[in-house]
């Protein structure tokens, strides 16, 4: 079946330093990819929409310029959490769909902690 | 009032019980996923649903979308069942995602 490849999977980083993490689709072309970040106990909730070639969607009340994404490729999406804070520390994943599936294959997310 | 609700929020059952959850949802819908997140938080598709019922081995989910609700089902509930089962809608042109809170399921040997 597709599969969505994450990467890191744990990040530990300084306040004020920025994180890159990855979403790969390995098998299927993605023309859109899902941002979604959770904290314990919570439900997901959806931060932006990444359609290739084109800037990303971004969700009521998540910083753009905080939260970049680039979806440059079918294949290859990336989030960078820039100027990372304590608060920003939470776990984030990501979800691919190809262009005639509605079926979404997540990664396996990616567990961020801002010291 | 969340667009997704799920009941129950935590759910502890004996090895080999029948158990339900239930999702109801507020808004009109693409179609509606019922996803499975283990403790290390990797999530998994169990379906995607639009109308009707779907099986997958022990594993059965149902929506009626007059009603706006669906349920999963897990016959003959193993312990590797333990997990967080999600229920979310898709909704607009992009089949943006809603989530629901997640059920916690339990089940004890």
């Known amino acids: 079946g597709a599969v969505v490849s994450q990467h890191p999977s744990r990040v530990i980083c300084k306040s004020g330093t920025s994180v890159k993490i990855e979403c790969r689709s390995l098998?299927?072309?993605?023309?859109?990819m899902f941002w979604y970040r959770q904290f314990p106990k919570q439900s997901l909730m959806l931060m932006a929409t990444?359609?290739?070639?084109?800037?990303?969607?971004?969700e009521q009340g998540v910083e753009k310029d905080k939260f970049l994404i680039n979806h440059a490729s079918l294949t290859l999406s990336t989030l960078t959490v820039t100027s990372a804070h304590p608060e920003d520390s939470s776990f984030y994943i990501c979800?691919?769909?190809?262009?005639?599936?509605?079926?979404?294959?997540f990664g396996s997310g990616t567990q961020l902690s801002v010291l | 009032k969340n667009e997704v609700e799920q009941s129950p929020q935590n759910l502890t059952a004996q090895e080999g019980e029948f158990i339900t959850i239930n999702c109801s949802y507020s808004?009109?819908?693409?179609?509606l996923h019922w996803l499975q997140q283990h403790p290390g938080g990797g999530i998994v598709s169990l379906f995607m649903l639009s109308s009707g019922k779907k099986k997958h081995g022990r594993l059965i989910a149902t929506i009626n979308i007059q009603e706006k609700h669906s349920s999963l089902h897990i016959t003959a509930s193993h312990p590797r069942d333990s997990a967080v089962y999600i229920c979310?809608?898709?909704?607009?042109?992009?089949?943006?995602?809603?989530f629901g809170t997640g059920t916690l399921l339990a089940v004890q040997p």
């Open positions: 098998d299927f072309q993605a023309t859109t």
């Open positions: 808004v009109g819908i693409s179609a």
């Open positions: 990444s359609n290739e070639g084109s800037k990303a969607t971004y």
């Open positions: 979310a809608v898709s909704r607009g042109a992009t089949n943006k995602l809603i």
């Open positions: 979800s691919a769909r190809s262009g005639g599936n509605e079926k979404l294959f």
